[in-house]
């Protein structure tokens, strides 16, 4: 098999999803979230607010994801909030909170730091 690696594209989300949701573990971590996490997804790409990976079978008509990533940069108080008193698995909790417009990613633009020994920026962010 060859395969390629590439950016998530919008068209890609639905094929990601489903693939997730094939995996029984995954499907059961985000429960009725599952149904949102397209529509999440699709909005954080157009905001260039994730970082993403899919990979695919070159040899294959159609294409279709094979595996992919997704990392985000969150504010510092949501992982806190995550972990502290009751830990909560973050995934399915940035899924919720989005759905509700209360995101915790930050926008790949609104990074002013380009290196982490930038004596200018804070602890205020964490990758995810």
Known sequence: M???????????????????????????RHGSLLARLSSVWKNLLRSESIITSVLEDAETPGRHPQAFGVSAFVADDFLQQCKI??????????????????SPVFRRTSFVCQSFNNPNCDSSSRTF
Not at 85 to 102: A, K, Q
């Open 85 to 102: 008193p009751n830990p909560v698995w973050i995934g399915r909790e940035l899924v919720h909170r989005i759905s509700r417009g209360d």
């Open 2 to 28: 060859r395969v390629s690696l590439r950016p998530m594209l919008v068209k890609d989300v639905e094929g990601c999803v489903q693939l997730l949701a094939s995996h029984p573990v995954e499907r059961h």
